[in-house]
């Protein structure tokens, strides 16, 4: 089954679904492996492999490759720009930073990464990347004009953009290490423009009651990252996690 349509199933069955973002720049392929090793035994759905700094070249490929060694959930690249790319994952969020200023991360990454991705037919999952302050290193990196907290409706016209551009998933993202997630208002209201297309929010979530108040306000799925790199029990904090936003 593709990536897509089994995450969609995921949801038709269990109502949300549970990423788990591994930065290859953060730890070696060995430890990724066993982080993603301890966050499929907390009821993770899939991994996703990627950062904004560094995630790039061997590194990339040896995390890619160790982590499906120790798990069979799908890989997805997580992707900073079009060195980001390793044909050895099952898929990609080919996706588009609409709120950056610089042109590069808006369409020439995903110009000059497209015929990789058609090589070595990985799976392209199109989305819209936004990020929301306070943006952290993405934000930078990618040169966005921050979106506010506290205006929901510029999140949604940007999310209403991209899916009417045939955008499949919308990612809200506030950056990782941010000190508090996407609020439920904004979710709620890109989820209401957005229907039936899937709903992302990552950057933030800490804990059980932060993943519950963003799935409650509508998103789909939740990513979860910055804080497994902290914890001793990566499986715990998942299932924590996983058991608040699933039914």
């Known amino acids: 089954m593709q990536v ?23 730890q070696t392929p060995e430890r990724a492996a066993e982080i993603a090793l301890a966050a499929v035994e907390g009821g993770t759905d899939a991994i996703m492999i990627g950062g904004s700094t560094g995630a790039s070249g061997t590194l990339l490929d040896e995390t890619v490759i160790k982590i499906k060694e120790k798990v069979n959930v799908p890989t997805i690249l997580f992707p900073g720009s079009s060195a980001g790319l390793s044909r050895y994952a099952d898929a990609v969020f080919f996706m588009s930073l609409l709120n950056s200023r610089d042109i590069g991360y808006v369409i020439t990454n995903q110009v000059l990464g497209a015929p990789l991705v058609y090589r070595s037919q990985i799976e392209p999952i199109s989305m819209a990347y936004l990020i929301v302050e306070p943006g952290g290193t993405v934000g930078w990196v990618g040169d966005a004009k921050l979106i506010p907290r506290t205006k929901p409706e510029i999140a949604a016209v940007y999310a209403l953009a991209g ?23 904004m979710i709620g209201a890109v989820k209401q423009v957005l229907g039936e297309n899937k709903l992302i929010v990552g950057g933030g979530i800490r804990d059980a009651e932060a993943a519950k108040l963003c799935a409650s306000a509508g998103a789909d799925m939740i990513v979860t990252g ?22």
């Open 226 to 247: 910055t804080v497994l790199e902290e914890v001793k029990n990566v499986t715990a904090k998942v299932a924590e996690i996983v058991s608040a936003i699933k039914r």
């Open 4 to 26: 897509e349509a089994h995450l969609q199933k995921i949801i038709d069955q269990e109502g949300k679904v549970h990423l788990t973002l591994i930065d290859p720049a953060s």
């Open 163 to 185: 899916k009417y551009l045939g955008m499949h998933y919308t990612y809200l993202e506030a950056g990782s290490g941010a000190d508090k997630p996407i609020n439920p208002e």
